[in-house]
């Protein structure tokens, strides 16, 4: 019996190949995808998506045919199937610990992990399946994910990723949708061979979509582009399609009350939609990341968005600007030098800051700061002092989120005849770790209460690549609200406007659904109490009827009136039993994961001493709990989560088989137990990896699903302080969802160790002399001196220390970035002079020079050395 595993990655739709061939032979003829279907079944909001490819091998040798396909970032994969040589091979969901045994057993035969690979498609998450195909055969790749869409801006968006990188001759897209309202909005722009948004969408249907009204409440789209027009559309590129297939919608709702709810098989789903009355006023707080690291076109972008965003604020509105690098500054826009500046708890070794006063008065914010109104007078001097704004330093996130929070508590009305403010938001944009005060991410999020009643939303945007989302998003999730990525481009400023949009118009506040108790059963009831409602949304609960129960009776509670249920003269609507599936209590159960992991990531603590101290209280904490529920739920109806991972089995007769497998690698296995690695936005990803590896004459199969963002070195453990320290073996085993842990664990082909090498912190390098003229300070690196030398030295920082290359070293050593080979020798044993002479080394990063030291494969080899030189 084969086995391979599905881990979570990134790209869409791509067949590649990969075949070793002597220079005098003819060039091999390259798989080619023959058949591309995809087809999206929508019932009530709730999406499943079937993608099947078919690719041969033309050649007269076997190639390795690696398939790629990306899956949207709120999506669960629910079922992978490959038919290879009529050998059909089908997945099985199982816990992930399960199948981390699995690996172990598998790895001390020898076996080897599987492929990760990296992507830049937005927002998405990409499937990765490499499989040896023998000459002249076939081989077909099922997979079907599943996705409830989330109404936004007023419309549901479909997005399908086609990126096969080649022509299709059998290439065909359809989508059917159903809804028990008249869809009236309907939008099937041209395919898209951009990530880049536009703000300039209108309703229209692509010439190439057919369009076919079944009722006005379905529709079946279908799109089918010929060579010639695959050719067009990838800008008469002949390497084929590489884009996104969307389609948008609305179902109508003008003379409908706001709540639609529907039933089947003793299940219900209830959609609530804001009524369309004036938004709210609000108190917006801006927090800007101004640090080293923001300098040049993101700081641009930063400033054009803010320009947009400030002039969108609507007269009733309050607003503040905090601006934050190594101090955080609430700017004051009467007397812009009577700002209030809040310096950190710690001086820094690596910015020229005075010894910080202990009195606690001068680390808070003062009681009746201003709040300013969206006055255009007040608008221009906020325009005015952004364009000022200039980026140096490191990043100091807990000061910045705390006077944030602070602020909301203390700000009065400026020049106005208000007493009270309105509601506030925080909206907080880094594009950075912490670096600088307190940098723990226990601590930070300690500032805010899980007890999310009266407490402030923090909206988080993590701009780039460096940003740290996974924990933005715990911080938002803490806080009753979201985050996002905003991705490095020409649009960036575009996204920042599109993100304040979808928050731009609180309607609603405090919606509670409470249901007759004698009616439901309260405990599978999904999430029933929001914070803030925005124009445009809507909100989903799912639960189960008591048995015998036609009726649903109940109450939504806000902050503008109550709605009853059931709606006057409408009752549940059930839904007709067109399909087999069970799609509503699968929908229901969808959610229902979703917003439990979303729980376990808000409550959960990294720090071993924080974890330990709640595992001792007597009962289960409740994000857990949440846990154990995801998981129990996603082993049910098979789902692909972080708590769980796809294992392909295939049997000698070519059907599913539940016996133990006979082989299996898991990569990724050091992750820690409490730890989830999270898809961008509301979902997640599962960090498991596994591999079959054939026997003798048989096909090989790879699959993965990666991280999600390129090149991005996720969530290092850095030290207070700019954050320089070498990783201990400890850090390195808890580190446990970096892209270099990734690829050490499933790219390797042979068995290694690796050196044990004791290090220490930069600060005890007495000889190491910051730099601290000039603008040589950002979140990347810093400026040294060593010793007496006038020569300054770039010190690349330890989250940037990936992805370089290094001169050639004697003795088998191996030139590395400084800061991740910080020996205790360097201080003790080693004078300048001889760190010059006999290890020092320069690293390079996007043609820039760094310092870097030949690092010895362990301590001792360097204080033989070291003994050495001194008897010379």
């Not at 009236?184 to 951009?194: D, G």
């Not at 990531?601 to 974890?611: K, P």
Request: overall charge negative; charged content about 25%.
């Amino acid at each position: 019996m084969r086995l391979c595993v599905l881990v979570l990655a990134l790209v869409a739709v791509t067949i590649t190949s990969k075949v070793t061939a002597a220079p005098t032979e003819k060039q091999v003829v390259a798989p080619k995808i023959y058949f591309l279907h995809i087809k999206s079944d929508i019932r009530a909001r709730y999406a499943k998506t079937f993608v099947t490819s078919k690719v041969v091998n033309p050649a007269d040798k076997a190639q390795e045919v690696v398939y790629q396909m990306t899956i949207p970032e709120t999506a669960f994969i629910s079922n992978f199937t490959m038919l290879l040589d009529d050998e059909l091979m089908k997945g099985q969901v199982k816990e992930r610990t399960e199948a981390k045994h699995e690996y172990h057993a598998a790895k001390e035969s020898g076996q080897t992990a599987g492929h990760v690979a990296t992507a830049t498609v937005r927002d998405s998450n990409q499937v990765r399946i490499s499989v040896n195909v023998g000459p002249q055969s076939k081989v077909t790749f099922n997979v079907t994910y599943e996705e409830l869409l989330v109404r936004r801006k007023g419309r549901y968006e479909l997005s399908i990723n086609v990126n096969p990188r080649q022509v299709v001759s059998d290439l065909v897209i359809d989508v059917f949708i159903k809804e028990n309202r008249n869809i009236t909005l309907l939008q099937v722009p041209e395919f898209r061979s951009s990530n880049e948004i536009d703000f300039d969408e209108i309703d229209e249907i692509s010439n190439l979509t057919q369009v076919q009204r079944t009722s006005k409440q379905e529709l079946h789209l279908h799109f089918a582009p010929s060579e010639s027009d695959q050719i067009r559309l990838a800008g008469n590129d002949k390497s084929g399609l590489g884009g996104r297939f969307v389609v948008r919608y609305d179902v109508d709702r003008k003379n409908q009350p706001e709540s639609e709810i529907l039933t089947r098989d003793g299940y219900f789903v209830h959609f609530f939609t804001p009524p369309e009355v004036k938004p709210l006023p609000k108190h917006v707080v801006f927090v800007l990341d101004v640090s080293g690291s923001m300098y040049g076109k993101k700081m641009v972008q930063l400033k054009e968005a803010m320009n947009a965003i400030l002039d969108e604020l609507r007269p009733q509105d309050y607003f503040n600007l905090i601006e934050f690098s190594h101090p955080v500054t609430i700017l004051n826009l009467d007397t812009p030098s009577n700002s209030t500046v809040i310096q950190p708890a710690e001086s820094s070794p690596w910015y020229d800051q005075p010894p910080v006063s202990p009195d606690p008065a001068l680390r808070t914010v003062p009681d009746n700061i201003n709040a300013y109104p969206a006055t255009q007078f007040y608008i221009n001097i906020a325009k005015e002092a952004v364009e000022k704004m200039t980026a140096t330093g490191g990043t100091n996130i807990h000061d910045s989120v705390k006077a944030a929070i602070e602020l909301t508590q203390k700000a009065v009305p400026n020049n106005s005849t208000e007493t009270k403010l309105p509601a506030p938001i925080i909206i907080f944009l880094t594009d950075g770790e912490a670096t600088v005060g307190e940098t723990g991410a226990d601590k930070i999020l300690e500032l805010i209460s899980t007890d999310r009643d009266g407490g402030v939303p923090i909206f988080s945007l993590a701009f780039g690549d460096d940003a740290d989302l996974k924990f933005l998003k715990r911080l938002s999730l803490r806080a009753g609200a979201f985050a996002r990525k905003i991705y490095e481009a020409s649009d960036a400023a575009l996204q920042l406007r599109d993100f304040y949009r979808q928050v731009a118009s609180p309607l609603l506040t405090n919606a509670t659904f409470e249901y007759d108790k004698e009616k439901v059963e309260g405990k599978v009831l999904t999430k029933q109490k929001f914070g803030l409602v925005f124009s445009g949304s809507e909100l989903v609960v799912a639960g189960k009827l008591i048995s015998g129960v036609e009726r649903l009776d109940g109450n939504v509670l806000t902050s503008r009136g109550n709605y009853l249920l059931p709606v006057p003269g409408e009752n549940p609507a059930p839904i007709a039993r067109d399909t087999e599936d069970n799609f509503l209590e699968r929908l229901w159960a969808f959610l229902s994961i979703k917003q439990k992991l979303d729980q376990y990531e808000a409550g959960r603590l990294e720090s071993t001493a924080a974890a330990a101290a709640k595992n001792a209280s007597e009962e289960k904490p409740a994000f857990e709990v949440a846990k154990g529920d995801a998981l129990k739920l996603a082993l049910q109806f098979s789902f692909v989560t972080p708590v769980t991972s796809l294992v392909v089995v295939k049997s000698d007769d070519g059907t599913a088989n539940e016996k133990e497998p006979s082989k299996v690698v898991i990569g990724n296995e050091e992750e820690e137990e409490n730890e989830l690695t999270p898809y961008v936005g509301s979902s997640y990803h599962n960090a498991i990896a596994l591999q079959s590896v054939s026997t003798a004459g048989s096909a090989g199969i790879k699959m993965s699903m990666i991280h999600r963002y390129s090149g991005m070195m996720a969530h290092r453990k850095k030290p207070a302080g700019w954050g320089f320290a070498a990783e201990t073996k400890e850090s390195a085993e808890s580190d446990s969802d970096s892209d270099a842990v990734l690829d050490a664990t499933l790219t390797s082909t042979l068995e290694t160790t690796t050196p044990e090498i004791s290090t220490v912190p930069i600060s005890q390098i007495s000889w190491l002399i910051p730099e601290l003229q000039g603008n040589c300070s950002t979140d990347d690196w810093q400026c040294f001196k060593i010793g007496n030398s006038s020569e300054v030295q770039k010190v690349l920082s330890f989250n940037k220390s990936q992805n370089v290359t290094g001169e050639i070293c004697a003795n088998n050593d191996v030139c590395k970035p400084f800061t991740t080979c910080i020996l205790p020798e360097f201080s003790t044993d080693t004078s300048p002079d001889s760190f010059v002479q006999n290890l020092k080394c320069d690293v390079l990063l996007d043609g820039d020079k760094f310092l870097g030291v030949c690092c010895p494969q362990n301590n001792s080899s360097l204080t033989t050395r070291l003994e050495a030189e001194a008897v010379d």
